[in-house]
């Protein structure tokens, strides 16, 4: 067994790395459509397979997302969130060909059995391998239009989604009670689909098993997890360059 500790943008890195070698993804960048819904953790997988194609330099994650969650008190350097119009879409690569400025409801009608959609998600179960996304718009934003595609014309729908964002409990239940009427906030969506973590990216790209021990820190390793791996020699081996290679990422830059 060894340890290692992974911070929030190096996981984040870490999973983008593991979809990009996805073999559901990869068939889908062939031969099919293939949506990545913005967000942070998105904003990573969507370098790592654009860099497959050969157009990563042409995207930026900085504004790759529609929410965002910040300290309380923290604002952008315009001292603003970024409004609409500074969106640049979520990513839609059809048989390869990246569809610039195109977002999941221009395409997601067309969508049929083979597509694949990436969505992040805002709440993991590990236990249970369930993941939950926080609803703010009152028709459901793209997560309703994900699962007309998902549920209805079984698109592969996989759920990017770091350690960090581990809730205690049935999300289902949580759900129950956060939606209910009379209460205020976000809504609370628990959605089916592949649950991929820090730990799936590590045994799709080292074969490698993964556990949490321990998690926290300061300095810049707020959030961070101690992961606990298993495996023979080669696969430790392979599994350390991978995180060496992961380890120096910065945060999150908008």
């Keep these: 067994m060894v340890q290692f500790v992974l911070t929030v943008a190096a996981a984040k890195r870490l999973i983008g790395k593991a979809l990009a070698a996805h073999p559901t993804i990869k068939a889908a960048l062939s031969s099919a459509t293939l949506v990545i819904i913005a967000g942070t953790t998105n904003g990573y997988a969507a370098e790592e397979i654009l860099r497959e194609l050969s157009c990563a330099e042409e995207f930026s994650k900085k504004r790759f997302f529609r929410g965002i969650v910040l ?31 195109k977002t999941i409801f221009d395409v997601a009608e067309g969508l049929r059995e083979g597509d694949v959609i990436l969505k992040g ?36 729908l996989i759920l990017p989604v770091g350690l960090e964002k581990r809730v205690p409990g049935d999300l289902m239940e ?30 799709l790209l080292t074969g490698a098993e993964a556990e949490m021990l321990a998690a ?33 990422e910065k945060g999150f830059e908008m």
């Design 121 to 156: 998600a805002n709440a993991l179960d590990l236990a249970r391998k369930q993941a939950a996304v926080l609803i703010g718009h009152p028709r459901g934003g793209t997560t309703i239009s994900i699962l007309q595609a998902a549920v209805g014309r079984r698109v592969q």
């Design 174 to 203: 949580l759900a129950a009670r956060i939606n209910a009427p009379g209460e205020s906030g976000f809504r609370l969506l628990p959605i089916p689909g592949e649950v991929f973590t820090e730990i799936d990216a590590i045994r």
């Design 71 to 101: 300290p309380p008190g923290r604002t952008t350097e315009t001292g603003r969130l970024p409004d609409e119009s500074d969106f640049p879409g979520d990513v839609v690569i059809v048989k390869g060909g990246w569809q610039k400025g």
């Design 216 to 248: 926290g820190g300061v300095g810049g390793a707020e959030g961070s997890v101690w992961l606990a791996l298993r495996g023979s020699e080669e696969q430790l081996a392979m599994a350390a360059e991978l995180i060496k290679e992961v380890s120096g």
